[in-house]
């Protein structure tokens, strides 16, 4: 579904109002090419990454080392379960944009905004995310290698006060999470927000047009 195809269609809309609705319909709910279409196979391509990444490290963590290590599966279960909640209501969304019911122009801008909420909380996740981990998973290292390293810079000591244990962590936490934020907005941008900013852009156009004519008139 490109600009043009859309314009032209939008146009057929105003000629036949029942036409141009079906045509535009028809558009939107296309396998192949429309934005829409292409977040689909997106989002169904990050699930089958996390259900086959997780599910194998989920599976590493509750049987390697006789489970001692098995809160790693649960911290990654639970991050698995809620993307699988993510995922659902997300191609719920993207199903009913390629299926749209009354008119099209007030159902794509009704949808484009959820679909906004939903980019917008997958960024604010993944911020949150990656301290939490990375906290976490300190945690976790410090309870199960503290005794093979008693001297590494993370973890307090006679030679690593608390306040320079503190430091070493809130400058790492911040530069990492400062570095996979920036990672994760771009891919968040080329999997969902250029697709979201072209349906944006078919909608700007239609209201271009409507004006114009309307002033014309």
């Known amino acids: ?16 109002d029942a ?14 090419k429309s934005p829409v279409a292409i977040m689909k196979r997106n989002l169904l391509t990050e699930l089958l990454l996390v259900i086959i990444t997780y599910g194998i490290s989920i599976v590493f963590y509750f049987t390697a080392w006789k489970g001692k290590m098995s809160e790693v599966a649960w ?3 639970g991050i698995a379960l809620i993307f699988v909640v993510y995922y659902y209501r997300k191609n719920k969304l993207l199903e009913q944009m390629s299926s749209p019911a009354g008119h099209v122009r007030q159902h794509l801008e009704n949808q484009i905004t959820t679909l906004e909420r939903f980019v917008r ?13 990375m906290i976490f998973f300190g945690w976790i290292f410090y309870l199960n ?3 093979i390293s008693p001297a590494n810079i993370f973890f307090p000591s006679q030679e690593n006060p608390v306040w320079k244990v503190i430091l070493v962590w809130s400058v ?23 697709h979201i ?3 944006k852009a078919i909608l ?14």
């Open 197 to 199: 900013s072209k349906l």
């Open 75 to 77: 911290f990654m279960l």
């Open 172 to 194: 790492l936490i911040i530069l990492i999470t400062f570095v996979l934020s920036i990672v994760n907005k771009w891919y968040v941008q080329k999997l969902y927000g250029i």
């Open 204 to 217: 700007h156009e239609m209201e271009e047009e409507d004006t114009a004519e309307h002033e014309f008139k």
């Open 121 to 133: 909380f997958y960024l604010l996740a993944g911020k949150i995310l990656i301290p939490v981990s």
């Open 1 to 16: 579904m490109d600009l043009e195809e859309l314009k032209d269609l939008w146009q057929q809309e105003k000629q036949s």
């Open 145 to 147: 290698a503290r005794y």
């Open 19 to 32: 036409s141009g609705e079906q045509h535009l319909k028809d558009m939107l709910a296309a396998k192949s």
